[in-house]
């Protein structure tokens, strides 16, 4: 049974964010055989937004276009969604779980009177509507959750999904909004960039991460002194960076800062699929943890399972050739 699938895409200088072609992936394979899938791309002007929406392959492209639509609020993206949802008649609404998903999903689920799954890592149909996981507690457990009622929303987890190419549209359509300036009771003010104390992850030839195994702040120093002999940079799971171990801009996943760097050490990280979207571009990745099922062994090309403290200080004294 064919869907129509509807898609939320963020722009992104002349096209749209990585994480929009990975939602078309998905939609075209819960579509079904010639399902329709289409995307909803929300702007203050359609001209100048119809680059973007070219890239889009394969969908139908509707630009919700409106002076309201300035900045990215979750009311503006709820308002285009839901105008696009009347339009095609869509089965399912997949949204990123980024910022923008996360505000604008439990919004356009209440207007739409259904239910929304977030942060999911897969989606399926069933005899009983929409099934779908989502993981837990760092990746230890798995959630299955559904919903019979339709259409439903779904934020997903980037990386969750491989992307889809780039492409031609199959058609882009221009919708007026619904969001009026008079209407609007959200609007953005500013963005700031979070203070950084200069160190680049994205460029880092050699990252060397820390996760909550690392078992207190106290023992950071292992994974710096490491870092240190490898000539490479330190970076975190959002659980240290959230326990105020390191600070917020060495954190590394889907909320934080993604790294491609040749080698990539993980110290004590028990690899949810938040975290391994961030770093899955490592070339060589080296994962050091002490639980034998930790996921993140799923993704290392060498694994230790021992305790950190232990395995760190050894690796630091055989790449400086101290004495211990």
């Known amino acids: ?102 505000d604008a999903a439990p919004l356009l689920a209440a207007r739409l009177e259904t239910a929304v799954l977030t942060g999911v890592s897969s989606l399926q149909w069933s005899e009983d509507g929409l099934t779908a996981e989502r993981q837990a507690f760092q990746g230890k457990f798995v959630h299955e959750v559904g919903t019979k009622r339709l259409p439903a929303v779904a934020t997903v987890e980037r990386g969750a999904f491989p992307a889809r190419p780039a492409g031609s549209a199959a058609q882009v359509r221009t919708l007026a909004s619904p969001l009026s300036l008079e209407r609007r009771r959200s609007r953005l003010l500013e963005i700031r960039d979070a203070a950084s104390e200069g160190v680049d992850l994205a460029a880092s030839d050699v990252v060397v991460s820390a996760g909550r195994g690392m078992g207190g702040p106290e023992h950071l120093h292992l994974v710096e002194e490491l870092a240190s002999a490898l000539g490479g940079a330190v970076g975190a799971s959002r659980a240290v960076t959230d326990a105020g171990w390191l600070p917020h801009d060495r954190q590394i996943g889907s909320s934080g800062v993604t790294v491609a760097p040749k080698l990539y050490v993980a110290c004590g990280i028990s690899g949810a699929i938040q975290h391994l979207v961030g770093m899955r571009g490592s070339r060589f990745v080296v994962a050091v943890n002490k639980d034998p099922d930790a996921p993140i062994f799923g993704a290392a090309d060498v694994g230790v399972v021992a305790d950190v403290k232990d395995i760190l200080p050894a690796l630091t004294r055989a790449l400086t050739g101290a004495d211990g």
């Open 1 to 102: 049974m064919n869907r129509r699938v509807l898609v939320l895409a963020e722009p992104e200088g002349d096209g749209v964010t990585e994480v929009s072609h990975e939602l078309l992936a998905a939609a075209f394979r819960l579509a079904g055989d010639g399902g329709p899938v289409s995307a909803v791309l929300p702007t203050p002007d359609a001209s100048a937004s119809m680059a973007a929406a070219e890239t889009l392959g394969g969908a139908e492209v509707l630009l919700v276009e409106g002076p309201a639509h300035d900045g990215r609020t979750g009311e503006e993206t709820a308002a285009a969604v839901r105008a696009a949802v009347e339009v095609t008649a869509a089965d399912l609404v997949l949204l990123p779980h980024t910022a923008t998903g996360w």
